[in-house]
């Protein structure tokens, strides 16, 4: 399963996703991840939450992001949600068909590993796809 929030910037994307992880910890039979690209989120989030810093990884590319989720998840197989806060700055990317591909990569690998993911995306007229549309 995968969620999209997709809102404008300063639309109060990251503190819904804030409360989204942290009501996480409460309702997830596993364990919770949030990705977010700087270290900006530690005093925000439960303290059983696995906050990952995507800058400290290199991560500049959808398929270096596939690759580093399906490390993260072969690493531990108890993740059942994976919060992902700002993808396009995460991969540094904003063309729509590659967006809509990697999402329905996300719900593929999600439904394959039992897995939820919650993504957030600045909105833009060029991600207002109808691929893009449904997962919001």
Known sequence: ??????????????????????????????????????????FNVHHDIRLVSANEYDIQSIPAFKGFLSGLYAGNYDITHI?????????????????????????LFGTRNSLKFTVTISERPELDTEGIRKYC
């Open 1 to 42: 399963m995968v969620r999209v929030i997709m809102k404008g910037t300063g639309a109060g994307k990251t503190k819904q996703i804030i409360d989204m992880v942290n009501d996480a910890v409460n309702t997830e039979h596993g364990n919770v991840v949030c990705i977010e690209r700087k270290r900006e989120l530690t």
């Open 83 to 107: 919060f992902v806060d700002n993808l396009c700055k995460i991969v540094d990317n904003i063309d729509p068909v590659e967006i809509e591909r990697f999402l329905n990569w996300l719900d």
